[in-house]
């Protein structure tokens, strides 16, 4: 079955860029996503890329893909106390929608 | 926000009894998802539906059954509650596929004594 990987937790600097990073294992996924979760909170979308894409930049979020080594990352840049949660890397072959362990990101100010 | 409800939102039970957590949609969204969240392990799919009585296993199947007679309710049993299975349970609603969002509910916490 699909597996997702990340790294447990990051902590950065206010005003500095924070980057995520997942692997996933299945080749027919066919879009990708980022997740985050505030505290006491459900899962809301943050942004997604389709798998024949390299890059998606929304706002303050760039999303890269190497689809080679199925890998996806999630950069963050001037990050903000505000960006203090956990962040979830996903991926769907149609059906399924499989997440990753989650990433704890911490901002120190 | 997602008309996306969970019930109960909390519940204490005991080892060997059965429990139905429920999850209801006012959206007519045809996918419905149960997801188990526990410390480390992230969001764990348990089963998913992507239609009335089309339902399938996810990665955490075990000690678990699912029905969704109709599109708005898709119910997740634990026919024999373990403390394993102590956790907090999220429902997903999804209108479809590719680049549609996933809404969730607010989550179920579930504890097994």
């Known amino acids: 079955g699909e597996d997702v990987e990340q790294s447990l937790f990051l902590s950065v600097r206010e005003g500095d860029s924070s980057v995520i990073n997942c692997t996933y294992t299945?080749?027919?996924?066919?879009?990708l996503y980022w997740y985050k979760q505030e505290p006491g909170a459900g899962l809301q979308l943050l942004t997604y890329?389709?798998?024949?894409?390299d890059m998606k930049q929304d706002q303050r979020l760039t999303v890269l893909l190497n689809k080679k080594d199925k890998h996806l990352s999630l950069r963050i840049a001037d990050t903000q106390t505000g960006d203090s949660a956990i962040y979830f890397c996903a991926d769907s072959d149609g059906n399924k929608l499989v997440f990753g362990a989650g990433t704890i990101l911490r901002v120190k100010s | 926000d997602a008309g996306i409800t969970q019930s109960p939102r909390h519940k204490v039970t005991e080892t060997g009894t059965p429990v139905t957590l429920r999850c209801h949609q006012t959206?007519?969204?045809?996918?419905m998802y149960w997801y188990r969240q526990d410390p480390g392990h992230g969001l764990r799919l348990i089963h998913y539906?992507?239609?009335?009585?089309?339902?399938d296993k996810g990665e955490v199947s075990d000690g678990y059954s699912v029905s969704r007679s109709k599109t708005e309710d898709f119910l997740l049993t634990l026919e024999s509650a373990t403390s394993s299975q102590t956790s907090v349970y999220f429902c997903a609603i999804r209108p479809g596929q590719g680049s549609t969002e996933a809404f969730f509910g607010q989550g179920t916490r579930l504890t097994v004594v």
């Open positions: 299945d080749s027919s996924s066919t879009y």
């Open positions: 959206e007519n969204h045809r996918y």
């Open positions: 539906s992507y239609g009335v009585k089309d339902t």
């Open positions: 890329i389709f798998s024949n894409m």
